[in-house]
């Protein structure tokens, strides 16, 4: 079975800081991918970034990148600059691949990052 | 371009009274639908999913179901709900493998 742990309940930022979110994975699948989710406070999910398991490079995505060490099984993010729009909740999520991909994601609990001004 | 729409975005039932919850998506042929839940400051947990019309398969046991009756259409319903299915359901698709899950708003269950 799959699990994924977010050892940071919440954090506070100060405005144009970069801010590292820690995700840890556990996995007996060879092919996987891991993804990152912003909640903000009215409930919609944002996808920000996709890591596959056999990707070589770091996925980037503008202010977001991903810190993947796969022998470590983590998959950290990593805003750069960061903002005021950026405080809500944050989720790192894995998906098995092995199957065809069709399978749902497993979540982990989540941050609360929160940008100070 | 692709869009899911799942409603309604607010609901308040009274215990033992039934629920059915739509979502569609726009823009893509034969995705990969997904029912979540997420209970108050937790993360989303699969209830259903379903990979074509009438293919669902179940991840957690409880009192709640879940249609496919067209190929852009995921229902999720229940006869009889109970207080503990309260929460946040979020509709979700997917149009293939390797390929992030794209989420609706969302609807905030309430159970009196």
């Known amino acids: 079975a799959q699990k994924i742990t977010q050892t940071q309940p919440g954090m506070f930022v100060q405005e144009k800081e970069a801010v590292t979110l820690d995700c840890t994975y556990d996995t007996s699948d060879q092919s996987y991918g891991l993804f990152w989710y912003k909640q903000p406070s009215s409930g919609e999910m944002i996808f920000l970034i996709y890591q596959g398991s056999y990707d070589e490079q770091n996925a980037t995505e503008g202010r977001y990148s991903l810190n993947f060490q796969k022998a470590r099984k983590s998959a950290n993010l990593v805003i750069s600059a960061s903002q005021l729009g950026d405080s809500a909740m944050y989720f790192c999520?894995?998906?098995?691949?092995?199957?065809?991909?069709?399978?749902?994601?497993?979540f982990g609990k989540g941050t609360h990052l929160i940008i100070q001004p | 371009s692709q869009t899911i729409h799942q409603w309604p975005a607010t609901l308040v039932q009274p215990v033992g009274s039934p629920l059915s919850l739509e979502c569609t998506v726009e823009?893509?042929?034969?995705?990969?639908l997904y029912w979540y839940r997420q209970a108050a400051g937790r993360g989303l947990q699969l209830l259903f999913y379903s990979v074509g019309i009438g293919q669902i398969s179940s991840e957690v046991p409880q009192n709640l179901s879940a249609s496919r009756p067209q190929d852009r259409q995921f229902i999720l319903s229940s006869k009889k709900l109970l207080l503990s299915d309260s929460g946040f359901y979020l509709c979700?698709?997917?149009?293939?493998?390797?390929?992030?899950?794209?989420f609706g708003d969302g609807t905030r269950l309430s159970i009196l």
């Open positions: 979700a698709y997917t149009t293939g493998s390797n390929q992030p899950q794209h």
């Open positions: 823009g893509t042929s034969n995705p990969n």
């Open positions: 999520a894995m998906s098995d691949n092995s199957g065809g991909g069709a399978d749902g994601l497993t």
